[in-house]
């Protein structure tokens, strides 16, 4: 299985602080990789897929970058509403894996 | 708009089997691989598995395989993950996904005697 390491695991931001949480892949994935937020008691909601592209409705203070084994996810402007937690998956080879996940909470 | 509700969930005993279902609505259910995913008290996710558009094809998490099995009923819009000999370590929320962006709500399974 393709092991996904993400960082940090918690995080704690001021208001309008960028942040950035990275996923590592133990094998490169092709961009095969999309971002979610989950806030508490939700659904997981879809941030970024094919590593950098932003869904439908994501604010553009999202992004994603990244290639091979390295990823990350920039949020550029904390904003209240983005605390929560959020995770990475990996699409490029079945079983499909999901980071460790990444708490986030405004400072 | 795309809806995933999923059902079935609850409370069981160890060894017991129990039977998801989620019903999908806003797309036409058979053209779309769908998957399940289960998340645990812990938060960690679990991608248990996939089924082709047509019902015809499965995928698995390798550690899941003999025990999960995932099928559908295009006829119904219904995806299914009948789960037999269940352990504790299988408490959790499932949910239902069309990959990569639609979730279900989740429904909560809890393992326990």
């Known amino acids: 299985d393709i092991q996904m390491t993400q960082s940090p695991a918690s995080l704690s931001a001021s208001l309008g602080e960028t942040i950035s949480i990275e996923c590592r892949a133990s094998?490169?994935?092709?961009?095969?990789l999309a971002w979610y937020q989950q806030k508490s008691g939700k659904s997981p909601q879809l941030l970024i897929y094919?590593?950098?592209r932003l869904q439908d409705g994501v604010p553009s203070r999202f992004s994603g970058s990244g290639s091979g084994t390295q990823y990350s996810l920039k949020i550029s402007g904390m904003q209240p509403e983005d605390e929560g937690d959020y995770f990475c998956?990996?699409?490029?080879?079945?079983?499909?894996?999901f980071g460790g996940g990444t708490k986030l909470e405004l400072k | 708009e795309v809806q995933l509700v999923e059902s079935g969930g609850g409370l069981v005993q160890p060894g017991a089997s129990l039977k998801l279902s989620c019903v999908a609505s806003g797309f036409t259910f058979s053209d779309y691989w769908m998957s399940w995913v289960r998340q645990t008290p812990g938060k960690t996710m679990e991608w248990i598995g996939d089924?082709?558009?047509?019902?015809?094809?499965?995928n698995y998490a390798p550690s899941l395989k003999n025990r999960f099995t995932i099928s559908r009923d295009n006829a119904k819009s219904t995806l299914y993950l009948q789960m037999s000999n269940v352990r504790s370590e299988d408490t959790a929320t499932y949910y239902c996904?069309?990959?990569?962006?639609?979730w279900g709500q989740g429904v909560m399974v809890t393992v326990s005697s």
């Open positions: 089924i082709k558009y047509d019902g015809s094809y499965t």
């Open positions: 094998e490169d994935i092709y961009s095969n």
């Open positions: 998956l990996q699409g490029s080879k079945f079983p499909w894996t």
């Open positions: 996904t069309r990959a990569p962006g639609y």
């Open positions: 094919a590593a950098n």
